[in-house]
């Protein structure tokens, strides 16, 4: 019998495959890569978890492309592609965990604000981060400085994704400052957009802006994934570029942006005799912030960073995703770095297996 490997969705992600629905998750490269390494691949969710019995009812890849229903063996090792926040989802992961099953990408406290904090101790990474505030009291004086000197301010929610609850504001002339959102567009003064931002002060974080590159006039920046693979080496598929829509500052896809090949956008606007120059330095930033975050949390092992460019060519990191969305890629019309992505996790879980899941790697 071949050895097993785990992938974890959420509940929706996994019905809607089964019923042959649209999703960000391409079940069937998970299956390519599981038979190309010569394993077998299950996908299940927390409620096909049979503790007591050490086992899964999952759905495993037939030779026609299909999902077939089944009762297997508990995996030893698994992919964890779901974000879960149910009481009775992690108590399934806990009791995981606790049987000894190498769980990679678990469910962690994820605060972007105290990741700031955990990768601005890293000497060789300070340059690639913007500064990074709370809206608190005594950084306003950071704040106004911030808009006098010209620089945008971000306003992100510490926890969320997408885009969601991201906010700009900028000074528009002598006095006068626009606070941009989704649903607010507003010119007020240096402190009633304080006041706006303050709003949020338990729950945001304030980030100052980069002046980054645009591309026929909008804005982009690019996504990174970073990943584990079959020899316990940190690899990078791809690059893919996110561009907004003309008059945005948001280049989220779910944000109305459109996707690009990221070598092909880096060339077009700073010529092919720079761009491998940039290129391998958003490679190192993006492979160190990889190590550190897994110095921290050593089952971290798959990464979507969001890297900015400014107008000279210098990278910066904008933000760490724990679930990187893979489809970005294929957009961008990189279909071999796409399945790349796919085939890495289970590489890096055969890995494990034929390592050993061992107590220190489960307990790390």
Same mark, same amino acid.
Do not use: C
């Given at each position: 019998m071949k050895?097993?490997?785990?992938?974890?969705?959420? %509940? +929706?992600? $996994?019905?809607?495959?089964?019923?042959?629905?649209?999703?960000?998750? /391409?079940? #069937? =490269?998970?299956?390519?890569a599981a038979e190309e390494l010569g394993v077998d691949v299950v996908f299940f969710e927390t409620a096909g978890v049979r503790m007591k019995r050490r086992q899964v009812v999952g759905y495993v890849p037939t030779g026609d492309g299909q999902l077939e229903r089944r009762?297997?063996?508990?995996?030893?090792?698994?992919?964890?592609?779901?974000?879960?926040?149910?009481?009775?989802?992690?108590?399934?992961?806990?009791?995981?965990?606790?049987?000894?099953?190498?769980?990679?990408?678990?469910?962690?406290r994820w605060d972007?604000?105290?990741?700031?904090?955990?990768?601005?101790?890293?000497?060789?990474?300070?340059?690639?981060?913007?500064?990074?505030?709370?809206?608190?009291?005594?950084?306003?004086?950071?704040? %106004? +400085?911030? $808009?006098?000197?010209?620089?945008?301010?971000?306003?992100?929610?510490? /926890?969320? #994704? =997408?885009?969601?609850?991201?906010?700009?504001?900028?000074?528009?002339?002598?006095?006068?400052?626009?606070?941009?959102?989704?649903?607010?567009?507003?010119?007020?003064?240096?402190?009633?957009?304080?006041?706006?931002?303050?709003?949020?002060?338990?729950?945001?974080?304030?980030?100052?802006?980069?002046?980054?590159?645009?591309?026929?006039?909008?804005?982009?920046?690019?996504?990174?994934?970073?990943q584990k693979d079959g020899n316990d080496r940190w690899h990078i598929a791809g690059i893919a570029a996110k561009r907004a829509e003309r008059l945005s500052f948001l280049t989220n896809l779910a944000r109305g942006g459109s996707v690009h090949d990221g070598r092909d956008i880096l060339a077009r606007n700073f010529g092919e005799d720079r761009v491998n120059g940039i290129i391998d330095e958003i490679l190192r930033l993006a492979t160190l912030v990889a190590q550190t975050m897994n110095a921290h949390s050593p089952q971290l092992v798959d990464l979507g960073l969001d890297i900015g460019v400014d107008t000279q060519g210098h990278p910066y990191l904008i933000e760490v995703n724990r679930r990187d969305l893979r489809v970005l890629l294929d957009r961008s019309g990189q279909q071999g770095a796409f399945a790349t992505v796919y085939k890495n996790p289970i590489a890096y879980a055969r890995y494990v297996l034929e390592n050993g899941a061992s107590a220190e790697r489960v307990a790390r």
């Open positions: 050895p097993l490997v785990g992938v974890l969705l959420n %509940r +929706r992600i $996994l019905r809607r495959n089964l019923r042959g629905g649209s999703t960000f998750e /391409r079940l #069937s =490269l998970y299956a390519k009762l297997l063996p508990m995996p030893m090792v698994v992919h964890k592609r779901g974000l879960f926040k149910r009481r009775e989802d992690l108590k399934v992961l806990n009791q995981m965990k606790r049987q000894r099953v190498y769980i990679f990408n678990p469910e962690i972007k604000y105290r990741i700031h904090q955990l990768l601005v101790k890293e000497p060789n990474l300070r340059r690639y981060l913007p500064e990074s505030v709370l809206p608190r009291s005594a950084n306003l004086q950071w704040f %106004r +400085r911030q $808009l006098t000197d010209g620089a945008e301010v971000f306003v992100k929610p510490r /926890r969320g #994704s =997408l885009g969601l609850g991201i906010a700009r504001v900028r000074r528009v002339g002598p006095g006068r400052y626009r606070f941009e959102s989704r649903k607010i567009r507003k010119e007020t003064t240096l402190k009633g957009a304080w006041n706006m931002v303050r709003r949020g002060r338990n729950t945001n974080l304030l980030q100052k802006g980069i002046q980054l590159f645009e591309d026929e006039g909008r804005r982009v920046d690019l996504r990174v994934p970073v």
